[in-house]
C-alpha cells in the first residue's frame, strides 16, 4: 500500500511537469508564428535597469517596440536586469521563466498574468519583532527594517508615536527595509516612503497617509544607450567600457579605477567598503566617469562626480543625503565671512554663472554673506570669496602744495593845473614819493630857482597846483601746505584749501492793493567758494607700483560788479594720470601765470619825446608772476 501511494506522488509530479512545460512550448511555439508576423519581437534590445515593477516593464518593452500586450496589475515584482544584444520574445520568454508567468495567446495580443499559486497549508509562524524607537521629547524616530511587513511596521509606529498611520489598499501586501537612527519623525516617513516606491501625505490632523508611487521612471530602451556594467561585474578589465575598481587602503582612503563607469555603482560600492549610510532622494542616472585616483575620500568622489551636474550631496550626521540639487532638504544655508576685507561692491562683482542659483544676502553686521543652496555650490562661492579675501593695500599720499607770487610795480608822473579848491601841501617823499604841492609852495620853489644864473621863472597863481609821483613796489610771496591724505587701493582722497565769500540777493514782491501797490523787498546772505582742491584715486599693482589718478582745481576771486554783488571767479584745471613707485616724490606742475602791464598818459606830443616825457606824462608799469607746484609720495602699506 505504501509503494503504490509512493508511485503516485511521483506520477503526479511528472504529470505536473509535463503540463507546465507543454504549456511552456505551445506559449513559445506560439511566439515563434506570432514574430513571424510582428517583426519587432526579432528586434535587439539593450537595456539597463533597476528596482523597476514587472508590470512597468512589460509594458514599457510593448509600447517601445509596438507590441499588443494585456498586463495583470498584480505584477509587481520588482527587476533588476541587464539585457545586451537579445531579442524582445527572448526577453518575454526569460521573464515568464524566471517569475513564474502564466501566459497565452489570443489572436496578436500576448496575455501576461500571474500564476494562481496551490494554498499552502498555513504553518505557526513565529512573527519577528519590529524594531521601531520613538522619543517623545524630540519626536525622534528610529527605524532597523529589514524585508519587514508594512502593515505590522506602520502599527508599530502608531503604537510607539500615537500618530496615524494610514495604508493604501494597493501596498498592504508589500514589504519595506529601512534603516534610519535618530531622526526627526517627518524626515524618517519621508525617507522610508521614498527609499519604499511610496508617497507620503500629511493633513491638517497630523495622520500620515501612504500610498503607492504610480508615476512609471524614465527608460531608456533604444539600441544606442551604453552597456553599463553593475557592481558583480566591476572587477572586469580596467580597459573596457563601463567597468571599474573600488579599493581602501590602510588609511581608510579610495584607490578608484574607472574606465565608463557608472556613478551610481562607484557609490554604492565605495560606500559599502567604507561603512558609510547614504539615501538617495534621485538615483544619479547618466553619469559616467573615468578615472585613476588614490587616497580619495568619500567626499572627493561625490564632489568630482557631481561637478557640473544637477546632483549634489549633503551630509547630516553620519548620514549623506544625495539628489538634485532643487531636492527639499538637499539646500544648505551658510555664514560666509571676509577676513581682509569688508563686503562693500563684493556682491555686484561676483560672476552670474556662480550666484544664478544661489540665494545670496548681505550680513553688513558680520561682514560676511548668508548662502543658501546646494552645498557644492556653495563650496564653489567659498572657494571664489577666499581668492578676492586678500589685505586690500592702505596708501598714504603725502601732499606738498607751493604757491609762488613774485611781482613789481613802478608809476611815474607829474600832474599840474587850476582848481577853485583849496589846497594845502602834502605828501610822502621817502620811501615812496607822492607829493601834492600847493601855489604857495610851487612859488617857494620858483623863488628858490630864481637866484641861479641865467634862471628867472615867473609867478604861478594862487589856484594852481602840483602833484608828484614816483612809486616802485616789489613782492615775493611763498605759501605751502603739506595735507596727508589716506585711502584703501581703488578709492578716492580728496583735500581742499580755500576761502568762502558772502554777498547779498534780494529779491522784490509786488503786493497790489487796489490803486497804491507796495513793493515787497527781503533777501539772503549766500556764499561761494574760492579753492585749491586735491583729487587723487590710487591703484596699486602687485610689484607695489602706484598709478595716480589726479584732478586738480584752483579758483580765486576777481573784483564784484557792485557792493552787494557776488565776486567774480577765475578757475583753473589741470587732470593726470601717472604711475609712480612706492615711496616715490614726484612733481606736477603746469599751473602757472605771468601777468604784464605797460601803461600811460600824458599830453600828445610831448609825452613821447625823451626827457621832457616826464613833465607832461603819468606812466605805470607792472609784471607779476605766480607759480603753483604740488609734490605728491604715495606708501603703500598692509
Not at 517583426?39 to 508590470?55: C, F, M, V, W
Not at 524616530?141 to 496615524?164: F, G
Not at 585616483?293 to 546632483?311: P, Q
Not at 555650490?377 to 586690500?392: C, G, L, P, S
Request: aromatic letters at 8%; one cysteine or more; glycine letters at 6%.
Amino acid at each position: 500500500m505504501q509503494k503504490k501511494v509512493i508511485v503516485l506522488f511521483i506520477l503526479s509530479c511528472f504529470f505536473k511537469l509535463g503540463y507546465a512545460q507543454s504549456n511552456l512550448e505551445i506559449f513559445q511555439n506560439k511566439l515563434e508564428e506570432l514574430s513571424q508576423s510582428k517583426k519587432e519581437l526579432n528586434e535587439s534590445i539593450r537595456i539597463d535597469l533597476t528596482g523597476l515593477p514587472l508590470y512597468d516593464f512589460i509594458t514599457t518593452v510593448a509600447e517601445e517596440y509596438q507590441i499588443n500586450v494585456s498586463v495583470d496589475r498584480d505584477l509587481n515584482d520588482i527587476v533588476t536586469s541587464n539585457f545586451f544584444d537579445v531579442n524582445v520574445k527572448e526577453v518575454f520568454m526569460f521573464l515568464i521563466k524566471k517569475h513564474n508567468l502564466d501566459v497565452e495567446v489570443v489572436g496578436n495580443i500576448m496575455v501576461f498574468r500571474k500564476k494562481e499559486e496551490e494554498p499552502k497549508k498555513e504553518v505557526a509562524v513565529t512573527l519577528k519583532p519590529i524594531d521601531i524607537t520613538y522619543n517623545n521629547q524630540n519626536n525622534f524616530l528610529s527605524v532597523k527594517l529589514k524585508n519587514d511587513s508594512l502593515p505590522r511596521v506602520a502599527e508599530a509606529i502608531t503604537n510607539a508615536s500615537n500618530k496615524n498611520v494610514i495604508l493604501s489598499p494597493d501596498i498592504k501586501g508589500q514589504k519595506v527595509s529601512a534603516y534610519i537612527l535618530n531622526r526627526p519623525f517627518d524626515q524618517v516617513m519621508e525617507m522610508l516612503a521614498k527609499s519604499n516606491s511610496m508617497v507620503l501625505t500629511k493633513d491638517e490632523n497630523d495622520n500620515y497617509f501612504l500610498e503607492k508611487n504610480n508615476a512609471p521612471p524614465e527608460v531608456t530602451t533604444t539600441n544606442n544607450a551604453r552597456n553599463r556594467r553593475n557592481r558583480n561585474n566591476s572587477k572586469a578589465s580596467a580597459n573596457e567600457e563601463g567597468s571599474y575598481e573600488v579599493g581602501v587602503d590602510a588609511q581608510g582612503f579610495l584607490d578608484i579605477k574607472s574606465f565608463e563607469g557608472d556613478a551610481t555603482a562607484l557609490i554604492t560600492e565605495a560606500a559599502e567598503k567604507l561603512g558609510i549610510s547614504f539615501f538617495m532622494y534621485n538615483t544619479p542616472d547618466g553619469i559616467n566617469t573615468t578615472l585613476i585616483a588614490k587616497g580619495l575620500t568619500f567626499d572627493d568622489l561625490l564632489d568630482h562626480l557631481f561637478k557640473g551636474e544637477i546632483y549634489t550631496y549633503k551630509k547630516v550626521d553620519d548620514l549623506y543625503l544625495i539628489g538634485e540639487h532643487t531636492t527639499e532638504g538637499l539646500r544648505s544655508t551658510e555664514l560666509v565671512q571676509l577676513e581682509n576685507r569688508t563686503i562693500e561692491t563684493v556682491l555686484t562683482s561676483l560672476p552670474t554663472a556662480l550666484t544664478q542659483n544661489l540665494e545670496i544676502k548681505e550680513f553688513v553686521e558680520l561682514n560676511g554673506f548668508v548662502v543658501s543652496g546646494s552645498k557644492i555650490q556653495i563650496d564653489e562661492f567659498k572657494d571664489f570669496i577666499h581668492q578676492i579675501d586678500r589685505v586690500v593695500p592702505v596708501v598714504q599720499i603725502e601732499v606738498i602744495i607751493v604757491q609762488y607770487q613774485k611781482g613789481y610795480e613802478i608809476q611815474t608822473g607829474l600832474q599840474a593845473g587850476i582848481d577853485s579848491q583849496q589846497r594845502t601841501t602834502s605828501g610822502v617823499l621817502f620811501p615812496t614819493s607822492d607829493v601834492s604841492l600847493n601855489s604857495t609852495s610851487v612859488n617857494n620853489l620858483i623863488d628858490a630857482f630864481n637866484g641861479l644864473g641865467f634862471i628867472n621863472l615867473g609867478k604861478v597863481t594862487e589856484n594852481f597846483y602840483l602833484n608828484l609821483q614816483a612809486l616802485e613796489n616789489n613782492s615775493i610771496i611763498k605759501l605751502s601746505s603739506t595735507p596727508k591724505l589716506v585711502t584703501l587701493n581703488g578709492h578716492e582722497a580728496n583735500s581742499t584749501i580755500g576761502e568762502t565769500s558772502y554777498y547779498f540777493e534780494q529779491s522784490n514782491q509786488l503786493i497790489a492793493r487796489g490803486i497804491n501797490d507796495n513793493i515787497l523787498q527781503s533777501g539772503t546772505w549766500k556764499s561761494t567758494e574760492a579753492n585749491l582742491s586735491i583729487t587723487i584715486n590710487p591703484t596699486v599693482s602687485k610689484d607695489e607700483n602706484v598709478t595716480l589718478d589726479i584732478a586738480v582745481e584752483r579758483s580765486s576771486f576777481l573784483g564784484r560788479a557792485g557792493e552787494n554783488a557776488p565776486p567774480g571767479k577765475a578757475t583753473q584745471q589741470f587732470q593726470s594720470l601717472i604711475r609712480v613707485k612706492n615711496n616715490e616724490m614726484i612733481l606736477l606742475g603746469g599751473l602757472d601765470e605771468l601777468e604784464n602791464e605797460n601803461s600811460g598818459t600824458g599830453t600828445p606830443f610831448f609825452s613821447r619825446i625823451p626827457i621832457i616825457k616826464w613833465f607832461f606824462s603819468s606812466r605805470k608799469k607792472r609784471k607779476e608772476k605766480s607759480k603753483l607746484h604740488i609734490f605728491i609720495k604715495p606708501t603703500v602699506t598692509y
